[in-house]
C-alpha cells in the first residue's frame, strides 16, 4: 500500500475509532521462519499464510524476503492469501524467510454497542453452504448436534441458541495443554476430554452452531499480548464468528474468555484489537496445490521436500507497538 494511502487509511480508522470508542492497537510484526538442513538436489516447496486488510485491520507490507523468490499466490476456496516459494533442486542447508508488516487492528464489537443493526443481512447460497457444512475434524451430526439440540432447547432465536452453545463451551471446557490430542480442532476430542487450546474451544462452538443451522466461521493468526509492548509471539490464537440475520458476522472468543471470565460478556460479540489474523476457514488446499492432504488450517509455514512434508522449520515471530501520536497517527 502507498505510503500517503496508508496514512489516510491510519487517519480514517483513528476517526471511526474516536467516534464508536473502540480501541486500536499499531504494531510492527515479524513473521519469520528458518527451513533447516534442506537435502540438497531436492525439489523443495514453502507456503506461509499472507496477512491482508480488511474491515479490522489495515495491512502494510513493510518487507518480504527470502533465500528463494517470494511469489503471492491466493487459495481458491476462502481466498486466503499466501507467499509461494521453490527450488527444484535445493543446494542443501538452511532456507530462511521473513516478512515484516506495519499493521493497524481495530476493535470488533458487534453485540452492545452503537452500531445499527443490519435489517437484511444475508449470505450468499455458497457463503451460507460453506459455513454450514462439515470440516473434516468438525462434524455437524452425531454427538455434537445431540449438544447442541439439548443445550439450545427453547431457545427460538439464532442468536440466542449461539450464546447457549456459547456458554455450554464456556462451562465445559478447560484450556489446558497437556497430554495429547489438543490443539488439532478435533470436535469428537473435545467432546470426551472437554479441553484443549483455543482450537478446541471454537472447533466446538463452530460444530454446535452449524448442526443448529448457525452458520459459523473459523479463523486464525496471532495474539499480542495486552500488557507487553514489544516481545516474542510464542504461537498462534484463533477464534470465531456466527452469522445472524440482525447483526451480521458476530465475533466470539471463548478462549479468551475462560482465561479472562470477567470479560466472558464482552467475547460474545466483540474480538479486541490485540490481535492479527492471517487466514480463514479449515481443509485448507494451497496454490500451487500442495501434494499432500489438506491443511487442517493455515497459520505456520507449511514445507514439503521432495513431494513430502518436512517438519523441520524454526519458527520465529515477534511484534513491537508503534507509538501513537495526537490523533492516533504515526
Known amino acids: 500500500m502507498p505510503r500517503k494511502l496508508f496514512l489516510h487509511a491510519l487517519l480514517f480508522l483513528a476517526v471511526v475509532s474516536f467516534a464508536s470508542g473502540q480501541s486500536v492497537r499499531h504494531f510492527i510484526f515479524h513473521y519469520a521462519f528458518t527451513v533447516r538442513d534442506v537435502p540438497a538436489g531436492k525439489r523443495a516447496r514453502i507456503w506461509f ?12 507490507v513493510v518487507a518480504a524476503k527470502g533465500d528463494l523468490p517470494l511469489k503471492k499466490t491466493r487459495e481458491a476456496r476462502f481466498g486466503n492469501e499466501l507467499y509461494y516459494a521453490e527450488s527444484s533442486k535445493a543446494k542443501g542447508g538452511d532456507l530462511r524467510f521473513e516478512v515484516t508488516y506495519d499493521v493497524v487492528r481495530r476493535e470488533h464489537v458487534t453485540l452492545g454497542s452503537q452500531r445499527p443493526r443490519l435489517e437484511n443481512a444475508s449470505l450468499q447460497p455458497k457463503e451460507r453452504n460453506e459455513f454450514l457444512g462439515p470440516d473434516k475434524l468438525v462434524p455437524v451430526t452425531g454427538l455434537p448436534a445431540q449438544l447442541a439440540a439439548h443445550t439450545t432447547a427453547g431457545e427460538t432465536t439464532e442468536l440466542g441458541k449461539a450464546r447457549a452453545i456459547y456458554d455450554y463451551v ?3 471446557m478447560r484450556y489446558d ?3 495429547s490430542g489438543w490443539g488439532r480442532g478435533d470436535v469428537l476430542y473435545a467432546c470426551d476430554a472437554k479441553k484443549g487450546n483455543c482450537t478446541d474451544f471454537h472447533s466446538l462452538f463452530i460444530s454446535m452452531a452449524r448442526s443448529q443451522g448457525i452458520p459459523a466461521r473459523f479463523e486464525i493468526g496471532f495474539p499480542l499480548p495486552e500488557d507487553k509492548t514489544a516481545g ?3 504461537g498462534y490464537h484463533c477464534w470465531a464468528e456466527f452469522f445472524d440475520l440482525k447483526n451480521g458476522w458476530i465475533p466470539v472468543d471463548i478462549s479468551e474468555a475462560w482465561k479472562h471470565p470477567e470479560k466472558k460478556d464482552y467475547f460474545f460479540g466483540a474480538h479486541d484489537a490485540n490481535r492479527i489474523q492471517l487466514s480463514l476457514g479449515r481443509d485448507l488446499k494451497l496454490n500451487p496445490a500442495q501434494q499432500g492432504d489438506a491443511l487442517n488450517y493455515f497459520v505456520y509455514p507449511y514445507v514439503e521436500v521432495d513431494a513430502k512434508q518436512y517438519p523441520n522449520v524454526k519458527l520465529e ?9 495526537a490523533a492516533g497517527i504515526q
Open 177 to 179: 495443554k497437556t497430554g
Open 49 to 60: 499464510p499472507a496477512a491482508h486488510s480488511d474491515d479490522y485491520q489495515e495491512v502494510r
Open 317 to 325: 515471530f515477534s511484534f513491537a507497538d508503534v507509538p501513537t501520536r
Open 170 to 172: 464456556f462451562a465445559n
Open 232 to 234: 516474542d509471539i510464542a
